[in-house]
């Protein structure tokens, strides 16, 4: 399981290494989040060029060279260039110590994995699968974005075809930037007193992260502790002397209880189902409610309905669908095939849709598919339907 957080990237340096479709992505959902964000490549996408153009980000139209890292809060390589987006996470994260760096689609080179998101103005929803399952995540997301009438990051920027300015938006007002942190084996220290639900329900989403939880008594705390760290949860700001913190080379990302917004990142409203998570935020107080309604509302549709199992399901097979097919679409094109098919009407008066729903659109849906028989138990039958796919498309190449 990754760790959900909520990145705070006011006014923080921001590189996004590449100029295509992905680096664009990136990008905008930084812009959103007022972060500052640099670009560096050869080449850039329309709504790259024309941000630079009138000044909202930088553009170095040039090949990545070294040192370029130097300084950043957050650093995300989306080359097509492995060779390059290795050299990135090589300096970034080894040498300079920077603590949030992303290197896309590929995880051993992640601190953190980027979230789907999607967002009404007021309220943002995140959807995390741990990896296991882009196309499930991708789904529920499309799922949000009917029933909430949201946008998804992946849409802005454009209006007829044509790029359109992005606020940049600036002096907290800006959505938080939604990742999952990859803790495993990564040092977090928590500083607390006392043994309060908050600090508990954090440790415990740590420990289950395979994070090496480090737990101090504030009054004992010393530099070495916090050197090392990845990340540090305190229940009060004022227990981390700020001498402590380098705001520059290698600081760590820090969430404080008492005061959210002086941390690094904070720690949202959760709905979890093993590796399903989904988070829901606030942009201000006057939208708290709101959240809070649609956060019961999620729990209820998506909490031990079979999302989990499912995605653990999909997950279990994926490195095997991942050798079985070449390209990135040739695999998503299978794995829409996989989900999709329902093979059986259902008995009775109702027809059952042309392709599975997920549980999205009629929770009580029984119809005879891949994602009903995971969550009902019937394995078996799941891993042949499967095998039996992985064998058609096998013999159709």
Known sequence: ?????????????????????????????????????????????????????IGTIRWHKRQLKSGDTLGYFLVCAATDFTDINTAVFTEAHEKNKIRLVNVVDVIPQCTFAAASVVTDGELMLSIS?????PATSRRIREHFEKILNATSLYTLGYE??????????????????PVYLLLENRTCV??????????????????RCGAAVVRIVPDEVKPKHLDSAFLVIADKSSVVDIPFVDKGKGAF???YLDEPEAGTHFTPDLIIDDNLIISVSARNSTAVGKANRLHEKLANQFKNNGYGAFIEFLGARRSEI???????????????????????????????????????????????????WVRHGKLERANAFTSKRLDKADAGR
């Open 253 to 255: 990302i820090a969430e």
């Open 322 to 372: 991942l050798k079985a097919f070449p390209t990135p679409k040739k695999r998503a094109d299978f794995f829409e095939v996989l989900i999709d098919n329902v093979e059986d009407a259902v008995s009775g008066l109702q027809t059952p849709p042309t392709t599975c729903c997920l549980g999205l659109t009629n929770p009580e849906c029984s119809a005879e598919c891949l994602f009903n």
């Open 190 to 207: 928590v500083l607390s007193d006392q043994k309060t639900q908050e600090i508990e329900r954090r440790i415990s989403l740590l420990n």
């Open 160 to 177: 007829d075809g044509k790029p359109v300015p992005i606020a940049n938006e600036k002096e907290g007002q800006g959505l938080p930037y």
């Open 1 to 53: 399981m990754f760790y959900p957080a909520h990145i705070n990237l006011q006014d923080r340096k921001c590189l996004v290494v590449g100029g295509g479709t992905v680096a664009e992505r990136k990008v905008v959902a930084m812009l959103v989040s007022g972060g500052d964000v640099t670009v560096i490549s050869p080449e850039a996408t329309e709504l790259v060029a024309f941000l630079a153009r």
């Open 129 to 133: 699968t741990s990896g296991k399952s």
